[in-house]
């Protein structure tokens, strides 16, 4: 395991699996994370079968609801995907065993990069500057959200960091982060 600290800033090289663990309960204000999708970037992520995700996913989040503090908020960056012209039920399977599990489901925001107009919908833009990694997104996304549900001093956790984009704007805006 490799930790590197930054001020307020630690970026842990070690899967949040094993080693969230070490974070003291009810410590954290706000995970934000896009967990990687499923079947998707296989050899970034190793890509995880829909039929698996959820199964796969729940331990995690026993881990997160641990750390989280009563008052905190999960945020989960996450697609569904087409089978055969047939969306799958893994997000939703997903949402309804959280539930199960404890978790509050209270907003479902729609990240679209192109136009429509609900109220619901984030308009940002997908281009972003670390073109180096295979889902990165803008900073502008977790800068919205990370100022709506956090205060300065506040702990934000990502457990799939992938390029840093929610410890860098965390640390941007003053905010305590962690990143798996």
């Known amino acids: 395991m490799e930790i590197s600290l930054y ?14 663990q070490y974070m003291p309960d009810q410590s954290i204000d706000l995970i934000i994370t896009s967990s ?4 998707q970037r296989e050899k970034t992520y190793g890509g ?3 039929d698996k995700y959820v199964e796969w996913f729940i331990p995690i989040t026993k881990e997160f609801k641990r750390i989280l503090k009563p008052s905190g908020t999960f945020i ?9 012209g047939e969306r799958h039920t893994y997000v939703l399977e997903l949402i309804l065993n959280m539930r199960m599990n404890g978790w ?3 907003e479902e925001f729609i990240w679209h990069k192109k136009k429509v107009y609900p109220d619901n919908v984030l308009y940002l833009a997908t281009e972003c500057s670390n073109r180096n990694h295979s889902a990165s997104f803008p900073e502008t996304l977790p800068e919205w959200l990370i100022k709506l549900f956090t205060d300065p001093g506040d702990w ?25």
């Open 7 to 20: 001020s307020n800033t630690c970026l842990i090289n070690a899967d949040c699996n094993k080693y969230m």
């Open 156 to 180: 934000v956790v990502d457990p799939f960091l992938g390029s840093g984009t929610i410890c860098a704007v965390a640390r941007k805006l003053k905010r305590n982060s962690v990143g798996y």
């Open 76 to 84: 989960l960056n996450i697609k569904e995907k087409a089978i055969n």
């Open 36 to 39: 990687p999708y499923a079947d």
């Open 48 to 50: 995880i079968s829909p």
């Open 104 to 106: 509050l489901w209270t």
